[in-house]
């Protein structure tokens, strides 16, 4: 899988308590309006292990919006909550299928449960196909 540096959501952000990615694509002014069956990615990968004093968590939710801002945000999807004792480096990457249609602007919003987490990086990329090495 190629990584283009325009795609990346998080380059090794640190995750410590609930935030937005770093970064948001522009995917342009008709947003992702492409053919059915053309599909796209959002690749998570664990680069530092997370620690926490208690119990957290993470989830992590692929959001939209026509404004750069934000201020009219959509959640598309919510992942599962991750304990931290499952967000270890090296991991298995998180892959998520993104739906179609999806508006201008795409970002990750990260939800820390039961923190602040003292340690965690994530790095997230859009992509268009899977690396069989992740299936």
């Known amino acids: 899988m190629y990584v283009d540096s325009q795609l990346m959501l998080s380059d090794a952000q640190a995750v410590t308590a609930s935030a937005a990615s770093t970064n948001a694509v522009d995917l342009g002014p008709n947003g992702r309006q492409v053919a059915?069956?053309?599909?796209?990615?959002?690749?998570?990968?664990?680069?530092?292990?997370?620690?926490?004093?208690?119990?957290?968590?993470l989830t992590l939710a692929v959001q939209t919006s026509d404004a750069s801002d934000f201020g009219t945000a959509v959640t598309l999807l919510t992942t599962q909550a991750y304990a931290k004792a499952s967000l270890t480096a090296g991991r298995t990457p998180i892959i998520l299928?993104?739906?179609?249609?999806?508006?201008?602007?795409?970002?990750?919003?990260?939800?820390?449960a039961t923190g602040p987490m003292t340690a965690g990086r994530i790095s997230a990329v859009?992509?268009?196909?899977?690396?069989?090495?992740?299936?």
């Open 36 to 57: 059915v069956g053309d599909p796209a990615y959002l690749f998570v990968t664990v680069d530092e292990s997370f620690a926490a004093e208690g119990a957290a968590t």
């Open 126 to 135: 859009l992509a268009t196909d899977v690396d069989g090495n992740f299936i």
């Open 97 to 112: 299928a993104l739906p179609q249609g999806l508006g201008r602007y795409l970002r990750l919003s990260y939800t820390v």
